[in-house]
């Protein structure tokens, strides 16, 4: 079934199971956005993204499923139906959209690679007793904080895979300062201490030197 469960901004919820519906449900709940966790392809259809786009001035659309094949749209799909408005990010990767105005616009793929390894990094370094919401929220303020303003202007909401190391340094670092800050810090670091080379040093560098075997 391609269920649309639906939540409104008075919390009042209503699931629909067919695509002729879909679009009456996003008119009655006004979501601002679209999470797809479903594994049906193509569960947002024109229609239904055109209503996002009607309802809002950037309407997000994540279309999370994998593979690619079980997305529940595409990025050019999301981007066409909203004038290019979307915030628009997807499970697996998408190649960038060139809209009709010659804008290109690179849809991001959402993937824990980006938050796991810095929030782990961050908590182990400071001998956290758990891993709270508080450093879960850090971690993607930190995250969004690597976004340069030239890559949001390019529909981008998360930097380069080539520079996730950066970012999980930055989120090490807001998980630390955050677990310290909450007192769940077992190990704080010394005040002199350069947290920022704590963290470097402490970082797995997939390096190996030749030799023979």
Known sequence: HRDLHLCDRRQRQMCIRDSINAEYGVEFAKPTALLGLSGQGGAFDEALLRKMGELNERPIIFALSNPTSKAECTAEAAYT???????????????????????????????????????????????????????VAASVAALAATVSDEQLATGAIYPTLSRVREASSCIAKA???????????????????????????????????????
């Open 81 to 135: 139906a909203t004038d290019g408005r979307a915030v628009f990010a997807s499970g697996s990767p998408f190649d960038p959209v060139t809209l009709a105005d010659g804008r290109t616009l690179t849809p991001g793929q959402g993937n824990n690679l980006y938050i796991f390894p810095g929030l782990g990094l961050g908590a182990s370094l400071c001998a956290a007793e758990r891993v709270t919401d508080g450093m």
């Open 175 to 213: 998980v630390i300062e955050r677990a310290v800050a909450e007192g769940i810090a077992r190990m704080p670091p010394a005040a002199d201490v350069d947290l920022d080379k704590l963290i470097s040093d402490a970082m797995y560098e997939p390096v190996y030197a030749a030799g023979k075997l």
